[in-house]
């Protein structure tokens, strides 16, 4: 089992920056060896998948996100990092952080499906 707990989420003016940590614990697997990945979910509509990587290291994001966007994780500390830059209205969502042992074929990367375990998520609030 692996639990995942968020922090970071807040509110924030368009165009601030915010950065979402999520730490993992309790499984003796090595973390290196999973894929983890950033969703979000607005009111109404489906969890979609922002940023993830892969266990090899490679890195995928949606298009919304794509240059604003910065997905890390530093194995030490058994945590994965959103660092969000020019944020903007549509980017207000509750923030999920997954994860998956093993690989994740890249084209699936950013699928819901994908990811067996998940954090309850850090709220994301961004107004003009």
């Known amino acids: 089992q692996v639990q995942l707990v968020e922090s970071g989420g807040g509110s924030v003016q368009s165009g601030g920056s915010l950065r979402l940590s999520c730490a993992a614990s309790?499984?003796?697997?090595?973390?290196?060896?999973?894929?983890m990945g950033w969703f979000r979910q607005a009111p109404g509509k489906e969890r979609e998948g922002v940023a993830s990587?892969?266990?090899?290291?490679?890195?995928n994001y949606a298009d919304s996100v794509k240059g604003r966007f910065t997905i890390s994780q530093d194995n030490a500390k058994n945590t994965l990092y959103l660092q969000m830059n020019s944020l903007n209205v549509e980017d207000t969502a509750m923030y999920y952080c997954?994860?998956?042992?093993?690989?994740?074929?890249?084209?699936?990367?950013?699928?819901?499906?994908?990811?067996?375990?998940w954090g309850q998520g850090t709220q994301v609030t961004v107004s003009p």
């Open positions: 997954a994860a998956q042992y093993g690989g994740i074929p890249l084209s699936r990367l950013l699928s819901v499906d994908e990811y067996r375990y």
């Open positions: 990587i892969h266990s090899a290291g490679w890195t």
């Open positions: 309790g499984s003796t697997y090595s973390w290196s060896s999973m894929s």
